[in-house]
């Protein structure tokens, strides 16, 4: 028997080997993964396609991951039922895996929302796995009209990485801004702005009401042809297999600080599980790689016996588009200091002695300082509000703060 | 293992570290080649004012946050040393978003650069600590 069993071979689940291996260097591990390539980077398959990376540069970890790290890794198997009294995983195959500990890292599915006449639509795509990419690319000519469906994270950079590939990009989105889960209205205005001028076109404040083959009819009336539809309105938390087995969901698995569930010896974290965010106080799916990380190696390490919590989550984003970066974190709420030169956009959110959270577009250097006064909860009357306001910098701490970030080990 | 630290003390806010990490890590023999008249892009910075100066390079830190943020697997670590992969990384900025030191910035060609403690180049001491006049920045193993 495998001592311990991992679904899922991206973030989380490359994250719980490196936990369990700093604990455990011994234990069998068994990786079961439903896609069949090597580990390779979600957020990379824009920058597939935009040429910025290829399919041997994007692996998350090297060739030799697996063998290093003792990792049998059955790749392009779908486990189908997880059985907590028997302690049994089942594949597609109809094999069954006994485990020990069980970590659940299985991710989000693409959310395709019902609309009329989306069967007759004869090129659509998801936007989420290095398959998707594929099929994208082979759908593609230089002068396809692309119809983009949400202009979320992953709905934009499909189009960042599609925009010298196809012949015309518009994104709908029933939101009345781009990024409307990260930016404010200014913040959106200048991310739109830019895209345009890069030449994408937007439909906002509307929604596909019906296809008919290759012709979008629009809730406002107006109609789309188009030659390839993505569809990239969200994702939803893989829940199914612990719902299943009886465990506790919520929107995504629910989990403590350790990645522990409702049921014995099983785990979950990244996309499918949910967090706690201490900049909202609530717990939350946060759909982010670095999260995934942080969830499954606190997992892995209390999997294998040892002391990890996953304390200081928040939402954090970093995105760019041509060029413009933009960086964000925390939870919006609070008293604001707000300041604007052209395409650079600063917004900081505080309340209670604390910063609660950023939108940085533009200029974005040395951001992680701002970031940690959030996760570390630092009191502001503790520092030199105004210079970091001005600008993330150490000088806006004591220092004697100072000497204990500079002068000391970290 | 020997890492940078810094004394704020003893900084001068010459500036003469940043060029001197531009020039270690340009693969050119000479100085003047490798900097005069250009905008150098140095992984070492000196922050302040007129009154306190002090230089910020990469911690080395031994549970890294960049290192477990990075989208791409371009950031690992290696021996202590906290080294990137500049053919893996696109450039998304993720690790700016999380190192608290405000440590990682661009290279010109937009990819991340980072301390590596000069492990590349000509080795023994960071080209910062031994072009330092004041050894304001000392390389040495502290608890
Ligand atoms: C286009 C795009 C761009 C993105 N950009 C960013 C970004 O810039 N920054 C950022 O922080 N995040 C970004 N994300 C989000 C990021 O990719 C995810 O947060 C991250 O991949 C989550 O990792 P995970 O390990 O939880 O799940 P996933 O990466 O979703 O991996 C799930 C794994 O589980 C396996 N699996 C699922 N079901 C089964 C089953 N039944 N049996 C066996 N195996 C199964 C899959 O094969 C896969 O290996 C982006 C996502 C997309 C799609
Ligand atoms: S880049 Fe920042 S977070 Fe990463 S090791 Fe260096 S100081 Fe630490
Ligand atoms: S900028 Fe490069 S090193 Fe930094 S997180 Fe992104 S891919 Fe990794």
Redesign the interface.
Known sequence: MAKYVIIGNSAAGV?CVEGIRSVDREGSITLLSSEPYHTY?R??IS?LLEG??DEE?????PDDFYEKNGVDARLGVRVTEIDPSEKTVTLDSGEKIPYGKLMHAAGSVPFVPKIEGMETVEKKVTFLSLDDAKALADALTPESRVLILGAGLIGLKCAEGILSRAGSITVVDLADRVLPSILDETGAGIVQAHLEMHGLSFRLSDTVQRFEGNRAVLKSGETLEFDVLVVAVGVRPSVSLIENAGGAVRRGVATDETGRTSLPDVFAAGDCAESYDISSGQSRVLAL??NA??QG?AAGVTMAGGREELKKAIP?????FM?L?I?T?GSYTGETYVSRDGENYKILFYESDLLRGFILIGN??????Y??LIR?RTPLSGIDFALICEK????AFT?QA??D?????? | MKRVYVDEKWCLGCHLCEYYCAFANSGRSSMVKALKNRKIHPRIRIEGDNQISFAVSCRHCTDPICVKSCIAGALSVEEGVVRIDEEKCVGCETCVLVCPYGALMPSESGVMQKCELCIENAGGKPACVAGCPNKAIIFEERA
Do not use: C, D, W
């Open positions: 994250a980077s957020p990379l920058y910025k990376t540069r994007m692996k998350y970890r790689l670095p990380y942080f190696h954090m984003n970093a995105i760019g060029g970066h960086l974190a974005v250097a040395r951001a992680g300082i970031t940690a570390e993330p910098q150490l000088m220092a100072r000497r970030l500079l002068s000391k080990r970290q």
